[in-house]
């Protein structure tokens, strides 16, 4: 992918997004900053906001604060990529998991269910900030014996603890899962595809804009 001398800047720590975004490019840097994700959630559900689009919403915010803090520091030239991905079950969001019992609740709540997963995503640059949000479906084979003993063998590889709705697709939850339907990357964090799409869009008219046409 052409930059045009753009610095492509991928506002998260996930190695997960670190991989899938280096299927589009190698060449980008990471820089994150903290916000405070709670609070935008409480705002959002106190304004009727779908479950379907808090992700996006905290897409953007993040986007936002590490091109603010990029510009405040004097760079320039800059376009960043924030993401957050959302696992909902019917109108609830299931987050990481506070404990292995947690993820074992969370995990036999989800089992014999169809579940979506919802990507928000956020492209910050001197012209705005681009959003979309990617849903995928997964659903998980119903609970019985088998399905029990899989999930408590995965909960105890510590797997889940840093994952929304207590699983990664990518390891040994694929066992959890009878079928998906979207775009599997989605899942794993990052909507690589449509997103490649987004940002060869957002690069053009930022490298058009600083050749002054």
Same mark, same amino acid.
């Given at each position: 992918? @052409?930059? @045009? ?7 998260? @720590? ?74 909902? @079950? ?124």
């Amino acid at each position: 992918m @052409n930059l @045009n001398g753009i610095s492509l800047i991928l506002g998260s @720590n996930s190695p997960r997004r670190r991989e899938l975004l280096s299927l589009i490019t190698q060449d980008f840097e990471v820089v994150t900053c903290d916000i405070d994700e709670r609070a935008i959630e409480e705002e959002l559900e106190a304004n009727g906001v779908s479950v379907l689009f808090v992700s996006e919403y905290l897409a953007k915010a993040k986007a936002l604060a590490v091109y603010d803090k990029l510009r405040q520091e004097g760079r320039s030239d800059i376009v960043v990529i924030g993401a957050d991905t959302s696992v909902i @079950n019917g109108s609830k969001i299931y987050g990481k998991p506070e404990d292995e019992a947690d993820a074992v609740r969370m995990l036999r709540d989800l089992s014999g269910l169809t579940h979506v997963v919802a990507t928000g995503v956020a492209i910050a640059y001197e012209g705005g900030v681009k959003t979309f949000t990617e849903e995928s479906l997964v659903e998980f084979f119903k609970l019985d014996s088998y399905q029990q003993k899989k999930i408590e063998e995965y909960v105890a590889t510590g797997d889940p603890m840093d994952k929304a709705g207590a699983y990664g697709i990518q390891g040994e939850a694929s066992l959890l899962i009878k079928r998906i339907d979207g775009d599997y990357f989605n899942i794993v964090g990052l909507p690589v595809a449509r997103l490649a799409r987004e940002l060869s869009f957002v690069l053009d008219l930022s490298g058009n804009k600083g050749k002054g046409s």
